[in-house]
């Protein structure tokens, strides 16, 4: 992956290096000629994701919980706050660890960042808005949040995180940004993660029904990981505080994305429905006007490509997590 920065980074942290999102991060730091230092408990991140990166001159892993305050040797200008549980099953199989890394680690992050002058990034996601009651959704809304639902330890983590970070550049005047992120999918996911994209990869590269949760007509926004990393970088790079969306406007429906999955692996895999989760979003769009406007963003990756790339990596790699 090349990306271009219109900004150059000396040393970057990234937390949740080994993550899904969060290696390919740092491989587009590294290729762009920063040293890289990956904070990672493998909690949900894999080694292997960034097994490459080791032998490379500027990588240095940190194996630690960002909730306990790691030890960074080299101060830091550029701050990439990835770290969390980020999937329905990791962040129900870690409830008070999501929160703990979103509370915590944040603030831990946050301190770094400002204790080195560093430009701080928080991901954020689309979550924020639960099920939206305004599509597409831009950054001025609110959200429809259930605080106590099935995906809130998730949902609440992330939106304290945004009002910690916010509270942090208002009292000590540290810089930061906030980046909301839509639905990334692409090479490194797990395949029972429990998102839609790698479980119907997983399904039908086995041959097994694609399950599809309740009439699938419900919509998400899928952004490659490529365009979500340049997104990333770009906030970084431009100086905003935001928040602002990284994702793809195209919407499809849940019905349509197994069915195209289904084509692109050329599967035998039939559609079974199954019941809709509690508190499943409806909709999921995001507009990213903002993010046009001031960083010269948009996604290029079209979803038959990005899933083209993506069955093929889970084809070689396999499906097991």
């Known amino acids: 992956m090349t990306t271009a920065l219109s900004r150059s980074w000396e040393h970057a942290v990234v937390t949740g290096g080994a993550g899904f999102v969060g290696s390919h991060l740092c491989d587009a730091l590294l290729s762009a000629g920063a040293a890289v230092t990956c904070v990672d408990d493998f909690s949900t991140g894999r080694p292997e994701n960034i097994s490459a990166l080791l032998e ?66 928080l991901a954020s996601t689309s979550e924020v808005y639960g099920d939206p009651r305004q599509n597409p959704q831009d950054e001025s809304y609110w959200g429809n949040v259930n605080p106590v639902g099935p995906r809130s330890v998730y949902d609440e983590a992330k939106r304290f995180g945004e009002a910690l970070t916010t509270a942090h550049a208002e009292a000590h005047g540290t810089d930061t940004c906030i980046v909301r992120l839509f639905n990334t999918y692409g090479a490194r996911m797990r395949g029972h993660d429990g998102r839609a994209v790698p479980t119907f990869v997983r399904q039908a590269l086995a041959g097994e029904p694609l399950t599809v949760t309740g009439d699938g007509r419900q919509t998400r926004s899928l952004c490659f990981v490529d365009d979500t990393v340049r997104g990333v970088l770009a906030a970084a790079a431009h100086g905003m505080r935001g928040p602002v969306n990284i994702g793809n406007p195209t919407e499809i429906t849940m019905l349509d994305l197994a069915r195209l999955v289904v084509e692109l692996a050329a599967s035998p895999s039939e559609i079974r429905f199954i019941e809709r989760p509690v508190d499943d979003p409806a909709v999921r769009c995001p507009d990213i006007t903002l993010a046009r406007d001031k960083l010269g963003w948009e996604p290029r990756v079209r979803a038959e490509e990005g899933l083209r790339r993506t069955i093929a990596w889970f084809r070689e790699y396999g499906t097991d997590d």
């Not at 909730?67 to 550029?78: F, N, V, W």
């Not at 329905?88 to 890394?101: Q, S, V, W």
């Not at 603030?107 to 701080?120: I, P, V, Y």
């Open 56 to 121: 490379q001159p500027g990588f240095t892993l940190v194996q630690a919980d960002v909730t306990e305050g790691p030890r960074i040797k080299r101060a830091p200008d550029l701050v990439l706050h990835f770290a969390s549980p980020a999937s329905p099953a990791d962040y129900r199989r870690l409830p008070l660890h999501t929160l703990e890394t979103g509370s915590v680690g944040t603030r831990n992050a946050l301190d770094l960042a400002h204790s080195a002058g560093a430009r701080f990034v």
